[in-house]
């Protein structure tokens, strides 16, 4: 009877780390799909501001204004990147890559 003790209460361990874990995913999937929609409305937002700053006529304005504007647009360029949360692979470690690929198959 040992033995059958044992496997039950495995078993029931398993259950319940499974539940657990079942609601910890749940939970990050909902924080995750939250922060995708705050990540959206930045973005936009984001994307509005450089179209005024298009729409500006800079010819009028100072170098000193001009510069300000030059620092705001590549901070949001650099806001937009890091949002668009892409995997990036430079030109090297992509051909070191593909050289592996090659040789290994």
């Not at 029931?12 to 995750?32: Q, S």
């Not at 005024?52 to 000193?64: G, L, Q, T």
């Not at 705001?72 to 592996?100: C, F, H, P, W």
């Amino acid at each position: 009877m040992g033995s059958f003790d044992d496997q039950a209460t495995s078993l029931l361990l398993f259950a319940f780390n499974l539940v657990a874990t079942y609601a910890t995913v749940e939970k990050n999937l909902n924080a995750t799909s939250f922060n995708k929609n705050e990540e959206m409305e930045r973005a936009e937002i984001l994307l509005k501001r450089l179209d005024e700053i298009k729409a500006m006529d800079v010819s009028a304005m100072s170098p000193s204004q001009k510069s300000e504007l030059q620092k705001e647009v590549k901070t949001i360029q650099n806001d937009l990147r890091d949002l668009s949360g892409g995997v990036y692979i430079s030109a090297t470690a992509l051909m070191i890559i593909l050289l592996l690929l090659i040789v290994l198959t």
